[in-house]
Nanobody, 124 residues
Framework: QVQLVESGGGLVQAGGSLRLSCAAS????????MGWFRQTPGKEREFVAA????????YYTDSVKGRFTISRDNAKNTVYLQMNSLKSEDTAVYCC?????????????????WGQGTQVTVSS
């Protein structure tokens, strides 16, 4: 059974930073592309960032480029999302996701497994 468990969310002031972690189990993590999506009430789930199986190809939505960094540690079966210069519009539930393929992009249907999410709230 695949499990993705996020941590690191919380309340932060605008301009601050948070680091999200996602611990994966039940899958061959080193062969899986990983991603982060976010969702706010009443809106569709939005792609944030993705990284390929080896960690060499990160990919970001335009609104977070230069502020967020996705990375992974295959020895620890963990993917991270470092979020800097946070804005109020970054407030959302952030979900970790895994694909059975080695590379995945911004579409929901490229991913096979989803975590429950962690709340990030940015106060202005």
């Amino acid at each position: 059974q695949v499990q993705l468990v996020e941590s690191g969310g919380g309340l932060v002031q605008a301009g601050g930073s948070l680091r999200l972690s996602c611990a994966a189990s039940g899958l061959t993590f080193s062969s899986a592309a990983m991603g982060w999506f976010r969702q706010t009430p009443g809106k569709e789930r939005e792609f944030v960032a993705a990284i390929n199986w080896s960690g060499t190809r990160p990919y970001y939505t335009d609104s977070v480029k230069g502020r967020f960094t996705i990375s992974r540690d295959n020895a620890k079966n963990t993917v991270y999302l470092q979020m800097n210069s946070l804005k109020s519009e970054d407030t959302a539930v952030y979900c970790c996701t895994a694909a059975r393929s080695r590379v995945a992009g911004p579409r929901n249907n490229e991913y096979d497994y989803w975590g429950q999410g962690t709340q990030v709230t940015v106060s202005s």
